[in-house]
């Protein structure tokens, strides 16, 4: 089956860093790939949704200019979380829609945690 | 605006008992409808889904969904469950412009 891969797993970082956040799909091409953010005992809220080679659509409230993202191939969409806070603290999981299925495929989500 | 409610948050069964799980959705449109299952340490897997035609659905590992239009629901059912079947369970549904929202999630517990 298809495979959405997340690096890394799980990262700890300092206030005021950025940390960068990869999803690939690994064995097809993903036109659509979202971000989620999942509070815990929460469920996951959508943060953005990324097209291969256009500006992503941020979700109301998320703000564009932390949450960076870039979908420069069909196969690769990054997150990167700049200037972290302890707020940002939070288990984030991407999806990838496949472009000829419409199946999404979920990665196995990174842990951030920021000190 | 497209949302979507579980009302059972957590649920515990003994094994071989009947499942089901309750989900309503809130949307003008036509939807596609998801349940999705997390197992414990593992990332979110596709049980079955609903596009068009037989409302009732069926899914993997025995699930079942039906979906009724006119109740706004996408049941989740399963007539016997297995310990192997404690997990977490998401409802989600697209809309028009195909974002998905899921919804608060169900904690199923299986006690042996």
Same mark, same amino acid.
């Given at each position: 089956?298809?495979?959405?891969?997340?690096?890394?797993? *799980? $990262?700890?970082?300092?206030?005021?860093?950025?940390?960068?956040?990869?999803?690939?799909?690994?064995?097809?091409?993903?036109?659509?790939?979202? *971000?989620?953010?999942?509070?815990?005992?929460?469920? +996951?809220?959508?943060?953005?949704?990324?097209?291969?080679?256009?500006?992503?659509?941020?979700?109301?409230?998320?703000?564009?200019?932390?949450?960076?993202?870039?979908?420069?191939?069909?196969?690769?969409?990054?997150?990167?979380?700049?200037?972290?806070?302890?707020?940002?603290?939070?288990?984030?999981?991407?999806?990838?829609?496949?472009? +000829?299925?419409?199946?999404?495929?979920?990665?196995?989500?990174?842990? +951030?945690? $920021?000190? | 605006?497209?949302? =979507?409610?579980?009302?059972?948050?957590?649920?515990?069964?003994?094994?071989?008992?009947?499942?089901?799980?309750?989900?309503?959705?809130?949307?003008? @449109?036509?939807?596609?409808?998801?349940?999705? =299952?997390?197992?414990?340490?593992?990332?979110?897997?596709?049980?079955?889904?609903?596009?068009? @035609?037989?409302?009732? =659905?069926?899914?993997?590992? @025995?699930?079942?969904?039906?979906?009724?239009?006119?109740?706004?629901?996408?049941?989740?059912?399963?007539?016997? =469950?297995?310990?192997?079947?404690?997990?977490?369970?998401?409802?989600?549904?697209?809309? !028009?412009?195909?974002?998905?929202?899921? @919804?608060? !999630?169900?904690?199923?517990?299986?006690?042996?």
């Amino acid at each position: 089956g298809a495979v959405v891969s997340q690096h890394p797993s *799980w $990262v700890i970082c300092k206030s005021g860093t950025s940390v960068k956040i990869e999803c690939r799909s690994l064995d097809f091409q993903a036109t659509t790939m979202f *971000w989620y953010r999942q509070f815990p005992k929460q469920s +996951l809220m959508l943060m953005a949704t990324s097209n291969e080679g256009s500006k992503a659509t941020y979700e109301q409230g998320v703000e564009k200019d932390k949450f960076l993202i870039n979908h420069a191939s069909l196969t690769l969409s990054t997150l990167t979380v700049t200037s972290a806070h302890p707020e940002d603290s939070s288990f984030y999981i991407c999806s990838a829609r496949d472009g +000829l299925s419409y199946e999404q495929y979920f990665g196995p989500g990174t842990r +951030l945690t $920021v000190t | 605006a497209q949302s =979507v409610s579980q009302h059972n948050h957590h649920v515990i069964l003994s094994e071989a008992a009947s499942l089901e799980l309750g989900c309503n959705y809130s949307y003008g @449109g036509t939807v596609n409808l998801f349940w999705y =299952v997390q197992y414990p340490g593992q990332h979110l897997q596709l049980l079955l889904k609903y596009f068009s @035609g037989d409302p009732l =659905v069926k899914g993997i590992k @025995g699930f079942e969904a039906e979906f009724i239009k006119s109740k706004f629901s996408f049941n989740l059912r399963k007539p016997s =469950v297995q310990w192997s079947d404690t997990a977490e369970y998401f409802c989600a549904v697209t809309g !028009g412009y195909q974002k998905v929202t899921f @919804g608060t !999630g169900t904690k199923l517990q299986v006690i042996p």
